[in-house]
T-cell receptor
Framework: DAKTTQPNSMESNEEEPVHLPCNHS???????IHWYRQLPSQGPEYVIH???SNVNNRMASLAIAEDRKSSTLILHRATLRDAAVYYC????????????FGSGTQLTVLP | GAGVSQSPRYKVAKRGQDVALRCDPI?????LFWYQQALGQGPEFLTY????????KSGLPSDRFFAERPEGSVSTLKIQRTQQEDSAVYLC?????????????FGPGTRLTVT
């Protein structure tokens, strides 16, 4: 699976939007972009995924660049409960296989 | 419904002891994964089952690690003759289907400390 690059850490103020970037310049046409997050002392949880078009769900939005070489996870109003490590992961179509985690972005939300 | 559960949540083992870690996936989930997470790192893949078949065990770090899922539901990860470098959180995840886009549901993990 292609590699992703994320900043090690980011800070946000509570109730403000957060934009978490991810670069994946070697993405292939069959790679889905997945985001997971891991709250302290918990297992990772699925946030959102997409292929080409922007996606929205109750947790977040995913904005995918037109060339698909980068994407941004958007939390519209950060809360203290959103403090977590956020992982951007590429996963190939047709494969039910494992996720390849990088080191992710540690998001700190300031009250 | 119930999520993925793992037991025990915490395990302390003396070096050289054998340990067994249990994972109860979400009912009906075909795929089951084990990951190892060292402190401050992202999870790393260990092994993957589809029903009872172990399709990939390329991530197991040594032959001291063994996993099974005999009836296609509960899985056990066994570590023989534990070493200090085995100290980590062991995460289990399950997934509904074979389609790539389906998300994985993770359990809370078992924190193993080898002294």
């Amino acid at each position: 699976d292609a590699k992703t690059t994320q900043p090690n850490s980011m800070e946000s103020n509570e109730e403000e939007p957060v934009h978490l970037p991810c670069n994946h310049s070697t993405i292939s046409g069959t790679d889905y972009i997945h985001w997971y997050r891991q709250l302290p002392s918990q297992g990772p949880e699925y946030v959102i995924h997409g292929l080409t078009s922007n996606v929205n769900n109750r947790m977040a939005s995913l904005a995918i660049a037109e060339d698909r070489k980068s994407s941004t996870l958007i939390l519209h109003r950060a809360t203290l409960r959103d403090a977590a490590v956020y992982y951007c992961i590429l996963k190939r179509t047709g494969s039910a296989r494992q996720l390849t985690f990088g080191s992710g972005t540690q998001l700190t939300v300031l009250p | 419904g119930a999520g993925v559960s793992q037991s025990p949540r915490y395990k302390v083992a003396k070096r050289g002891q054998d340990v067994a870690l249990r994972c109860d996936p979400i009912s009906g989930h075909v795929s089951l994964f084990w990951y190892q997470q060292a402190l401050g790192q992202g999870p790393e893949f260990l092994t993957y089952f589809q029903n009872e078949a172990q399709l990939d065990k390329s991530g197991l770090p040594s032959d001291r690690f063994f996993a099974e899922r005999p009836e296609g539901s509960v899985s056990t990860l066994k570590i023989q003759r534990t070493q200090q470098e085995d100290s980590a959180v062991y995460l289990c995840a399950s997934s509904l289907a074979r389609v790539s886009s389906y998300e994985q549901y993770f359990g809370p993990g078992t924190r193993l400390t080898v002294t």
